[in-house]
């Protein structure tokens, strides 16, 4: 990942401001009219003070007039800078996670392979609340603030510029502080995000898996690989307020010691008669007023240094590369003839080939059944040609033309995929079989659930074809969801048909209910099958034999258990028949 430097962080971050820049125009003047009402109060104090020394009728009138409408002006600038402020943060809060979503949708596979699931859900909700503290409460202290202490010190240098000049020569000093701060709480930052991350993904582990951990007595391995993590983050938050903590109280220590000369400075005979009393309050009342926003200008330091490591997170993020989809033709219906030219694949540089010249000619509508054991490259050699991953060596042709000349998106429309682990959204039943599609049509819907025999059990649901789910189906047995997930595949109608282990989670009776289904479905489709049981496969047009990613043998059943090789092996370990 590339590293940024703060300020090239929060400028592209500011870069999301720009869609609404009248809001944000309508926050800075909000905090430009609370700047300047609270920085009257110290000319107020000197009219106070001149007042009473020399008193009329219209001084009664004016001061009373002046304290109203200074406050009104106050009142009003805090709302408009507040409002708008928060508006315009939210909003680019929005934005940015929408932009970290939509972008991770679009990364490669291999992505995901070296990324943890807690880790990437981190990003979209932890980090992302990170980045708000830096544009919500940050962004409105420090302009609001600023504001104040800009208006501040142009007031103490026309009451008094030689004084003032005196004053602000803490300032490198103070500056040295909040820099050195800065580097520790973005350095402190990045380490409780990553941490943070951790949390999530041993909490989603756990939590997703608490059938495995229950049943295998793993609780206390589970608390205490919980409650490490949380500790790594627990110590990284107590270095950040141990930096927070001494920063500060370092500041405003300076602050008023620059507070202190100044008055001692102001009370010298010869200053005394150069200024009136109301003069000398007015100055020592606004240098006094300096003290609260500068206090809260060092202590957003930390929420700003959180905000920028966030953002160098979620940008390095956005800066992944997308899928390459260098693609232009559209595939139109595919009519299905698939041909596989030398392809090899390994899932790294420094990774074993999986696939090892694989040559493979498919006809349209043909059924092709792949056997081997676990380990083989079955679902890698179906995985390429969504092209979930690119082949290293080879190429593949569907219709005779390059795969990688597709368009993405069309291609993959062409191609329903139902995989061993079905994956079901907290949906009703009725959108998961149309997944995808915008107003689907409730008949074809029926259709495709009579097809995959799931109609039976949808029935019989409180809700029928509305009842939702749960979360990965959860509400469902492993052969209901099973067939849902066929029938998402029949509603799809592709005709390209991807079934890895599609009937393992089934029953016997189930099975023997999805195999007509599939008969029928297959009709007409060019079908990749993949499967452990093989009586599943039997009417199969052809089945390969895969072993250490190569083709061994291919035939159909009857052909392969005449020769006796390979898969009559298979066939004869599964059935259990005496060699």
Not at 276 to 304: D, Y
Not at 496 to 523: F, N, P, Y
């Amino acid at each position: 990942m590339i590293e940024h430097s703060g300020w090239t962080l929060y400028r592209r971050l500011l870069g999301y401001v720009k869609p609404y820049w009248r809001a944000f125009a309508l926050a800075i003047l909000g905090y430009v009219i609370y700047a300047a009402s609270s920085t009257a109060l110290a000319e107020m104090m000197k009219r106070l003070i001149d007042g009473i020394q020399n008193p009329d009728a219209a001084f009664r009138i004016f001061l009373p007039l002046f304290v109203v409408g200074m406050f009104a002006a106050r009142g009003l600038g805090t709302f408009l800078g507040t409002y708008f402020m928060s508006s315009v943060a939210r909003n680019l809060v929005h934005a940015l996670r929408c932009d970290v979503f939509n972008h991770m949708l679009h990364l490669p596979g291999r992505f995901f392979d070296d990324h943890s699931t807690g880790h990437l859900i981190s990003r979209v909700t932890y980090h992302v609340e990170q980045v708000t503290g830096a544009a919500t409460k940050a962004v409105t202290i420090l302009l609001r603030e600023g504001f104040f202490v800009i208006g501040l010190v142009a007031y103490l240098l026309w009451t008094n510029w030689m004084l003032t000049l005196l004053f602000l020569a803490v300032t490198p000093l103070i500056g040295g502080v909040v820099s050195y701060a800065s580097k520790r709480f973005r350095h402190i930052s990045r380490r409780i995000q990553r941490s943070m991350g951790d949390v999530t993904h041993v909490a989603s582990e756990a939590l997703s898996g608490y059938r495995v951990v229950r049943t295998h007595g793993a609780e206390a391995y589970e608390k205490a690989r919980f409650a490490e993590a949380s500790e790594v983050n627990r110590r990284q938050s107590m270095k950040e307020a141990l930096t927070k903590a001494t920063s500060t109280p370092v500041i405003q220590l300076l602050v008023a010691l620059s507070l202190a000369l100044l008055v001692w400075l102001a009370m010298s005979p010869t200053l005394m008669d150069a200024m009136t009393p109301g003069e000398f309050v007015a100055f020592v009342t606004a240098a006094a007023l300096m003290a609260k926003p500068v206090r809260q200008l060092t202590e957003i330091n930390s929420e700003i240094q959180k905000g920028i490591a966030a953002a160098g997170e979620l940008f390095g993020l956005l800066e992944e590369p997308p899928e390459r989809d260098e693609g232009t033709r559209d595939p139109g219906r595919l009519v299905g003839r698939v041909c596989f030219e030398g392809v090899r694949f390994a899932y790294g540089d420094d990774q074993p080939e999986v696939l090892k010249g694989i040559d493979l000619e498919v006809a349209p509508g043909e059924m092709i059944a792949i056997v081997g054991r676990s380990g083989s490259g079955k679902s890698t050699l179906v995985g390429l040609l969504p092209r979930f991953y690119r082949p290293t060596e080879g190429r593949i042709l569907i219709d005779e033309v390059p795969l990688e000349e597709f368009r993405l998106q069309p291609l993959r429309r062409q191609i329903a995929l139902v995989s061993q682990q079905v994956t079901l959204f907290n949906a009703s039943i009725a959108d998961n079989i149309a997944y995808g599609i915008d107003d689907p049509d409730p008949a074809g819907i029926e259709a495709a659930a009579r097809a995959a025999h799931a109609h039976e059990f949808i029935e019989r649901m409180p809700g029928g074809y509305d009842a939702v789910v749960g979360e990965n189906g959860v509400m469902l047995s492993g052969g209901q969801r099973q067939r849902l997930a066929i029938a998402r595949a029949i509603f799809k109608d592709a005709p390209l048909l991807v079934l890895d282990e599609a009937t393992s989670a089934l029953d016997t009776e189930s099975e023997r209910h999805i195999q007509a289904a599939l008969e029928k479905v297959c009709r007409g489709r060019t079908t990749f099958v993949i499967a452990h049981r093989l009586s599943t496969i039997e009417r199969a047009d052809r089945i390969l034999v895969l072993e250490q990613g190569e083709v061994v043998e291919q035939g159909s059943h009857a052909e392969l258990l005449a020769r006796d090789g390979a898969y009559a092996a298979l066939h004869r370990l599964q059935f259990q028949e005496p060699a």
